[in-house]
């Protein structure tokens, strides 16, 4: 919970199912509040976002964790989008992926990702780096509230 103390809500754009559920796992296991929403591609993402189709109801999100390969948009494409758009540009950015290779890394920060975390392969380390980025953008960081 933010310093309001109220319950943020998450939106993970993750292609695969083991990543996601190793973050639905982390997010439970830390008894964390938070709503996390998940979306499978970036076209999916931009239909979250901007509240297409399906999504037509969706809230906006108070934090994106942002995979980088992704189908349709990659997430470098989701993430430029996100932070030209004047209605989106204030949300954080965490961009969690397996690369580490530094043209994603500084790509990422060019386009204003908030973070940049490479995904650990170990489960225990995974969960712990949610957790971590939980803390920091829920108990540390004040986020905007619309």
């Known amino acids: 919970m933010n310093a309001a103390s109220q319950p943020i809500e998450v939106l993970l754009v993750e292609d695969d199912p083991g990543d996601e559920l190793m973050t639905r796992e982390a997010f439970e296991d830390n008894k964390i509040g938070n709503t996390l929403h998940v979306v499978r591609d970036g076209q999916e993402a931009l239909d979250f976002l901007y509240r297409r189709g399906e999504h037509s109801d969706a809230p906006r999100p108070d934090l994106i964790l942002l995979d980088l390969n992704l189908p349709k948009y990659d997430g470098r494409q989701v993430l430029e989008r996100i932070k030209a758009d004047t209605d989106l540009t204030h949300i954080p950015v965490v961009v969690l992926t397996t690369s580490s290779a530094e043209e994603d ?14 995904k ?5 380390q995974f969960i712990a780096a949610i ?16």
Not at 108 to 117: D, E
Not at 120 to 124: G, H, I, Q, R, S
């Open 105 to 118: 890394i500084l790509r990422s920060y060019r386009l204003h990702a908030s973070a940049y975390v490479t």
């Open 120 to 124: 650990p392969v170990d489960l225990e």
């Open 131 to 146: 957790r971590k980025i939980d803390d920091f953008f829920v108990t540390v960081v004040r986020l905007p509230r619309p």
